[in-house]
T-cell receptor, first 113, second 111 residues
Framework: DGGITQSPKYLFRKEGQNVTLSCEQNLNHDAMYWYRQDPGQGLRLIYYSQIVNDFQKGDIAEGYSVSREKKESFPLTVTSAQKNPTAFYLC????????????FGPGTRLTVT | DAKTTQPPSMDCAEGRAANLPCNHSTISGNEYVYWYRQIHSQGPQYIIHGLKNNETNEMASLIITEDRKSSTLILPHATLRDTAVYYCIVRVASNTGKLIFGQGTTLQVKP
């Protein structure tokens, strides 16, 4: 089946530790995105990438880092510099030609204590 | 990208049509209207999009007013599984692909 996978579904970390969230897609999409969602809120864009080896900051990039070494993969690292890392993290992908919709993964719920 | 306004919540009886409104009075001529929904604790799901003509697919219909300042998403026969937060998003089909999610409308379908 084609789609986006995120792992793990739930992740627990101690404060001060970096943690990397996985996102893989087999839709052959050029663009990939990371969003953060806090309880009762809409999604906010962290980083996005339109092509391999290139990515841009979104609205709330501070304390996060990404890489895009392969078309299929766009991992997100939540660093210890992120002040409030506990949140629901969503990865998405899309084409980059024409009017395109974004397809989302199931999300990773990160809890930092 | 234009800002959208949606009611925070709506109820709908199972089997009836659910009509979800969205105001986007500052929409530009090259901006599309997209609808997504998010079932609790899942990733958002694309529903439909349109520019100025009404659109229909297997999930829903999208009605856009002639002046394009508002639109309505119609779920023709709502089921309990349609209970979700529905997001109306307006944006240019540019290369960035950035989606700006507001608060959305929480639709509760009741038996």
């Amino acid at each position: 089946d084609g789609g986006i996978t995120q792992s793990p579904k739930y992740l627990f970390r101690k404060e001060g530790q970096n943690v990397t969230l996985s996102c893989e897609q087999n839709l052959n999409h050029d663009a990939m995105y990371w969003y953060r969602q806090d309880p009762g809120q809409g999604l906010r864009l962290i980083y996005y990438s339109q092509i391999v080896n290139d990515f841009q900051k979104g609205d709330i990039a501070e304390g996060y880092s990404v890489s895009r070494e392969k078309k299929e993969s766009f991992p997100l690292t939540v660093t210890s510099a992120q002040k409030n890392p506990t949140a629901f993290y969503l990865c998405a992908s899309s084409r980059t030609d024409g009017v395109y919709e974004q397809y989302f993964g199931p999300g990773t719920r990160l809890t930092v204590t | 990208d234009a800002k959208t306004t949606q009611p925070p919540s709506m109820d709908c009886a199972e089997g009836r049509a659910a009509n979800l409104p969205c105001n986007h009075s500052t929409i530009s001529g090259n901006e599309y209207v997209y609808w997504y929904r998010q079932i609790h604790s899942q990733g958002p799901q694309y529903i439909i999009h349109g520019l100025k003509n009404n659109e229909t697919n297997e999930m829903a219909s999208l009605i856009i007013t002639e002046d394009r300042k508002s639109s309505t998403l119609i779920l023709p026969h709502a089921t309990l599984r349609d209970t979700a937060v529905y997001y109306c998003i307006v944006r240019v089909a540019s290369n960035t692909g950035k989606l700006i999610f507001g608060q959305g409308t929480t639709l509760q379908v009741k038996p």
